[in-house]
């Protein structure tokens, strides 16, 4: 093929996934106009349209989903190739991009990152901490950072935390005006912090399991959050329940300023998984992360 030919693929493979040509055109260094001009030139040599075009919005046809789908990892795998030549470096370089949610960006990834950072000087880490899933394929992530249990079988997963327990708990304020459930039915008398996560699709059911026993409860109360971190505060404020990860409210368990309840009914479980596609080709930068984050018990 010749090289202006692949050139004009890589600058399509640029406008398709950014939707952008200003975007696109940043990415490789030319002006936009010069962009669309390749662009309009690569669709005439085709006989196809490929973009479609508006002022707010550039989309890729029917086609030109088909030309990205087919060009797309071959380009890919390419730039994976190259970038793991840099393991003939001395140091390790280049940029990871990782999803993950905020309970494990604070408690486990930064910590590794901070540490890498400080190492490998050459390597840049962008987390991007998002409560929904993500397509890390389609979005263009190295990896993300979920729950074990969460992960698609088609990935490799590595266990880079311990197993995690959840906690229902509440102040002593509210708990002296209310008397403590026993089983999570009794939850239904009580006032509950509920949690909305983009995840679910809608409130969160308290999941509980005692004995093989298996209870998905959905609770009610005045507040309804999106936030962990504002649902310890309001349980701390008396508010009412929080049902949150055990070892993130264990200090204000510690302190007595939070009491459990139900510890019978809440076991253990697969904590959180660094995760990334089987075929995927590290980078020495990545294996790094890997390696740095890898839970060894």
Same mark, same amino acid.
């Given at each position: 093929?010749?090289?202006q030919n ?5 600058? #399509?493979r640029a406008?398709?996934r ?12 030319v002006s936009?106009? =010069? ?9 005439e040599?085709l006989?196809l349209?490929?973009l ?6 550039? =989309?890729p046809?029917?086609?030109g989903?088909?030309l990205?789908?087919?060009?797309g990892p @071959?380009f890919?795998e390419?730039?994976a190739?190259?970038?793991a030549?840099?393991?003939l470096r001395?140091k390790p370089a280049?940029?990871i991009?990782?999803?993950t949610g905020v309970d494990?960006a604070?408690?486990i990834l930064?910590?590794?990152v901070a540490?890498?950072?400080?190492v490998?000087p050459?390597?840049?880490v962008?987390i991007s901490v998002n409560?929904? #899933?993500?397509?890390?394929?389609a ?9 074990g249990?969460?992960?698609?079988q ?10 995690i327990?959840m906690?229902?708990?509440?102040s002593?304020?509210?708990f002296s005006? @209310?008397?403590?459930?026993?089983t999570?039915h009794?939850l239904a008398?009580h006032n509950c912090?509920?949690?909305r996560?983009?995840t679910l699709?809608g409130?969160y059911a308290?999941?509980?399991e005692?004995?093989g ?8 109360g005045?507040?309804?959050v999106?936030?962990?971190?504002l649902?310890r505060? =309001? ?6 329940i929080?049902?949150?990860?055990q070892h993130?409210?264990q ?6 300023r939070l009491?459990?309840?139900?510890g ?9 998984h660094l995760?990334y596609?089987?075929?995927? @080709?590290?980078?020495p =930068? ?5 390696e740095?984050l890898?839970?060894?018990?």
């Open positions: 093929m010749p090289r692949i050139n004009d693929l890589l600058a #399509f406008v398709a950014e939707r952008s040509f200003t975007r696109a055109a940043a990415q490789m260094g936009p106009s =010069a962009l669309s001009h390749t662009i309009r030139g690569l669709e040599r006989g349209r490929l479609t075009r508006t002022t707010r919005n550039v =989309a046809t029917q086609a989903e088909r990205l789908a087919t060009i @071959h890919d390419i730039e190739g190259l970038a030549l840099s393991e001395d280049g940029t991009r990782i999803t494990a604070q408690t930064w910590p590794a540490k890498l950072l400080t490998y050459d390597i840049n962008e409560s929904g #899933f993500v397509d890390i394929v979005e263009r992530f190295d990896g993300g950072v979920r729950l249990e969460t992960i698609a088609d990935m490799v997963a590595v266990r880079i935390g311990p197993d327990r906690a229902a708990v509440a002593a304020s509210y005006a @209310h008397k403590p459930p026993r999570p009794d008398h912090i509920n949690l996560f983009p699709g409130l308290w999941e509980f005692k004995g026993r298996v209870l998905n409860v959905r609770v009610d005045q507040l309804i999106n936030d962990v971190a649902a505060q =309001a349980a701390l404020d008396g508010s009412g929080a049902y949150l990860p993130y409210v200090a204000e368990l510690d302190a007595d009491t459990g309840v139900l019978d009914w809440s076991p253990p479980f697969p904590g959180y995760y596609p089987s075929r995927r @080709h590290q980078s =930068a990545f294996a790094l992360l890997v740095a890898r839970y060894r018990g």
